[in-house]
């Protein structure tokens, strides 16, 4: 079963707009991961964040974090066409010995030039 | 660095056949892992290793074999390919947990299988 699910499952936009997608999760994280999937390649890594965070910045990427409401948001400002991917948010749990990470269904994409 | 390389890209299997698909990583990683990544079901972790040696069951480990003799490479295998089989699978690596940046995955590019 899924751990994470975004939301919305697709998104269209365009250029130079800002994209926010949404995460939510069941049980208790040590860390969440957002990915990004470009068509027909393999998944990037992004940014983490971990529990105790509440957000974070790289680029024109900025990361929410809100455990109370087991939930995490990615805005992507001044987006690109190049941006245009699918996104997903993976967790890795709070427990003992190997942490296993987690995918959603993902978000996917387009942004128009 | 190459990074993790996935082998054969493409492959078309009948039903009942057998295959290997091979991973291999660089980076010196203790993790790696096999996700099947199906349309409206993201991906799914099928099996896992957190080690030379060593495998264990993710969600959906049935028909599937793994084998990780060596440290930098990961063999899943299909004994008795079916049709419900045919999607993308993934290899991914990452460090030991604990270690700055633990679970942070590095994928390869995917390898699509179409069981006919």
């Known amino acids: 079963s899924q751990q994470g699910e975004e939301d919305p499952q697709a998104l269209s936009i365009q250029e130079g707009e800002n994209a926010t997608m949404n995460c939510s999760y069941k049980t208790s994280i040590n860390n969440l991961q957002w990915y990004r999937q470009n068509s027909g390649r393999g998944l990037v890594h992004l940014i983490l964040i971990r529990s105790n965070e509440r957000e974070k910045h790289s680029g024109r990427l900025r990361v929410t974090l809100d455990t109370s409401k087991k939930s995490s948001s990615l805005l992507i400002t001044a987006s690109r066409a190049a941006d245009t991917a699918s996104y997903f948010c993976a967790t890795v749990p709070y427990s003992g010995g190997y942490q296993k990470v987690t995918f959603g269904i993902g978000t996917k994409l387009q942004v128009i030039p | 660095n190459a990074g993790v390389t996935q082998t054969p890209k493409f492959r078309v299997l009948k039903t009942g056949q057998s295959m290997t698909l091979l991973c291999a990583q660089d980076?010196?990683?203790?993790?790696m892992y096999w996700y099947r990544q199906d349309p409206g079901m993201g991906l799914r972790l099928i099996h896992y290793?957190?080690?030379?040696?060593?495998?264990a069951k993710g969600e959906v480990p049935d028909g599937y074999n793994v084998s990780r003799l060596k440290k930098q490479n990961f063999l899943l295998g299909l004994e008795s390919a079916a049709p419900s089989q045919t999607s993308v699978y993934f290899c991914?690596?990452?460090?030991?947990?604990?270690?700055?940046?633990?679970?942070?995955?590095?994928f390869g590019a995917g390898s699509r299988l179409t069981v006919l």
């Open positions: 991914a690596s990452s460090l030991r947990q604990g270690a700055y940046g633990a679970n942070v995955l590095t």
């Open positions: 980076m010196n990683h203790e993790y």
């Open positions: 290793s957190v080690g030379e040696g060593t495998t």
